[in-house]
């Protein structure tokens, strides 16, 4: 879009939402389908503006958000089982209503064939603790460059600047995981803490955690038109980053920032068909 005879704005946008259904990325079982929400959105603003016949300048406003959180079904809960004494099925979830989903690990026992897995999982199960999470992410982003031409020099520069937020998120807290080691330790009731990274769990605490992160660079360029067929480019660039650790609160104390440098010098010419640098 032209504004004016030297301005021109460009806006663009960019919807995705991919929602999947599975109905056994966790369970052996049916009723506790994985749903998986996935999505992103991107949106940005651009700015070129000619000042002068040897002289544009050109500024971006991007910013975007990505998200990732699944979840699953739940065909039955903990209170669905009846309780009571031995040999009445009962299961104590410390009053959560999530049902954990139970592992048992090998159901072949000592039976087991090599090299193929004999795992059961009803529910979510105890080894993959993937449900209930999810990630999401925010980032803003304005940058500026410019071109000056003067004589035989070419003059580039600019910076840019980021602002990145990174949420984790955890529901499993107040959930857990119950896992056996075969199926006759199962028909007997008894559980394992941890076989081949199966445990039987109660997960307590705040489990999200949230990330910040700032970035800025700026750079200058120079390109010099030395002969017809000999240009030289030197260019200096300059990183500042700073980051705050990962914490279950959003003030957290920063770190310090580091600083990267980079300056180099080419050169390239060029003699008949043939180039070189």
Known sequence: MCIRDRDTLALKYYYQHDPTVAPYAYSNVPGFTQK????SQVF?????????????????????????????????G???????????????????????????????????????????????GASAQGSNTGVFQNRLQP????????????????????????????????????ASADLGQFFQG????????????????DANRYFRANQLGLFLQDKFQVKPNLTTVSYTHLDVYKRQPANNRYQVQREAAPLRHESSLLSSWCKGNEVGA
Do not use: C
Request: proline fraction near 6%; aromatic fraction near 10%.
């Open 143 to 178: 940058s500026g460059n410019g071109i000056w031409v003067r004589g035989k020099h070419s003059i580039g520069f600019g910076g840019s600047y980021s602002f990145t937020q990174l949420n984790t998120t955890d529901r499993r807290p107040g959930t857990g995981s119950v």
């Open 44 to 76: 940005s603003i651009n700015n070129t503006y000619l000042i002068g016949s040897n002289l544009s300048t050109q500024e971006t406003l991007g910013f975007l958000r990505e998200k990732l959180y699944n979840t699953n079904e739940q065909a039955f």
């Open 78 to 124: 903990p209170q669905n089982i009846p309780g009571g004494s031995y040999p009445s099925a009962s299961m104590d979830t410390f009053g959560s209503t999530y049902f954990p989903g139970v592992s048992i690990i090998h159901v072949l026992g000592g039976s087991k064939v090599p090299g193929i897995g004999d795992t059961l999982n009803i529910g979510p």
């Open 190 to 205: 008894a559980v394992t803490p941890n076989d081949d990274y199966n445990v039987t769990t109660f997960l307590q605490g």
């Open 36 to 39: 998986l929400d996935a999505g």
